[in-house]
């Protein structure tokens, strides 16, 4: 029996999925050259909200009835929550150095790429399933609202928060893009260990070699090239 003869079957052990958490938060400001370069780990990360935006039809009409739906261009933007921030999301963040230490605001805010990790987990090895990587171009962060309160007996973090918006870089054969996200499940184990390589950097002493890579963010092409190689 083929596959399409099969009858449909619901909830199937092993086929109950599900998504949850976020971790592993890389911060790639953009240089001068639109390359994302100098990836830093981002600590603190509490939350990563996606909040595409647009995709909206617009009914046409003739001859008394509907004639065709054209939808609008559908947008990538975002909420990043954490409780601090890397030293380079400053300049991100309209930020810049006065002196060492010292910091002016109101400053042109720097472009920069984000990469992150939810768990994908199944009703049999739980959290340990797989995960998604998310790959996010093109950010630009809107200034945000900093409450600062008194230490009382119920003490608190602040928890930082900064609206997205994201402009969509070139990806062949298809529309440009902001967002990229690969299912460990479904790509090539070596393929994506090579990826992650790239997004997270390699110390010259680890096992494997002695040269080491400098973490940066690889744009949507590239990142399809390895992945395919797998």
């Not at 261009?73 to 400053?90: H, K, L, M, N, S």
Request: proline letters at 7%.
């Amino acid at each position: 029996m083929s596959a399409e003869e099969k009858r449909i079957v619901w909830d199937a052990v092993g086929e109950r999925l599900f998504e949850t958490g976020v971790r592993n938060g890389v911060l790639y400001p953009r240089d001068v050259t639109g390359a994302y370069t100098g990836g830093v780990g981002w600590n603190g990360l509490t939350a990563v909200t996606e909040s595409p935006s647009g995709a909206e039809p617009t009914p046409l009409w003739a001859d008394d009835t509907k004639y065709l739906v054209l939808m609008s261009v559908e947008e990538f933007g975002g909420t990043i929550e954490a409780y601090t921030y890397p030293d380079e999301f400053i300049s991100c963040d309209g930020s810049a150095e006065l002196v060492e230490g010292v910091y002016v605001g109101q400053q042109p805010r720097r472009t920069f790429g984000l990469s992150y990790r939810t768990v994908l987990g199944n009703d049999v090895q739980l959290n340990e399933f797989g995960y998604k990587l998310h790959l996010i171009y093109g950010c630009v962060a809107s200034p945000s609202e900093k409450a600062y309160s008194t230490i009382n007996d119920s003490p608190e973090a602040i928890s930082f928060s900064w609206e997205l918006t994201t402009t969509p870089i070139p990806v062949t054969n298809h529309r440009p893009t902001a967002s990229i996200t690969i299912d460990s499940t479904k790509v090539e184990a070596s393929a994506l260990a090579a990826l992650e390589e790239i997004l997270y950097g390699k110390d010259p002493t680890s096992v494997g070699g002695t040269d080491g890579v400098a973490p940066r963010l690889p744009l949507p092409d590239e990142v399809a090239s390895i992945l395919a190689a797998g």
